[in-house]
């Protein structure tokens, strides 16, 4: 007996199978379109994976809305180590909107040429200032040029050691951030925020996963589409 095949059945099979062809064609031509699918993948699977560490929480639309909201719920003097500074817009958004009350010292770590490898979509050598750092005069500032295995071991820690610490990850890749973690963790108390400037992405994510949930028990704090703030509440 020949089994009959509905004409709607049919209709959908070949409406997605053109569907296929078509994202096939447009992707193999197009970079552009490859990076969009990418990133909407690398978005989705953040999301996804706030909800299954933090449960359902929401999402405010711009970083600087959630740094707002981090600074205004403090009673205690911040002491903030930026590990990735660029070109240092970040570091002027906060000085600018914070006074020595609220931020007591700021330290930003970074080669000033760039990213030392690729990343994304971005070659080796992007974000580079040129070896310079930013040009921001605040007395609150020092920076730290170059390598940051080489830098972070002349870090005074009595720098940061009253009131409570921020650790501002925005490295990009892994193995600078996995650093800065290793040498900052002792420093960690009770208290202290982590913000993560690209926890979407698997380099920092990889951090998050490896190397600082499994450290200790976190609050979350706050995220958007791409960035990512906890309280640390206790440490192993």
Known sequence: MIRSVKPRAIRI??????????AMAVLSRSPAARLKVANAADLSSFFDWKRETFGPVKAVKTKQALWRARMRASTEAWHVMEFGVAFGHATQWWLKHNDDKVIATWDGFDRFTGLPRAWRDLPAGAFSADGLTPAIDDSRIAWHVGDLEK?????????????????YFDFDLY????????????H?????????????????????????????????????????????????
């Open 13 to 22: 099979g070949l409406g997605a199978w053109t569907l296929q062809h078509l």
């Open 151 to 167: 830098t972070i071991e002349q870090m005074d820690a009595d720098r940061i050691a009253a009131g409570r610490r921020l650790a």
């Open 175 to 186: 193995e600078p951030s996995k650093i800065a973690w290793d040498w900052i963790l002792p």
């Open 188 to 236: 960690l108390r009770p208290g202290d925020i982590l913000y993560f400037d690209e926890a979407f992405d698997a380099d920092e994510r990889r951090l998050l996963n490896e190397s600082v949930l499994p450290a200790g028990m976190y609050d979350y704090v706050g995220a958007t589409l791409l960035n990512l703030a906890i309280e640390v509440r206790s440490l192993n």
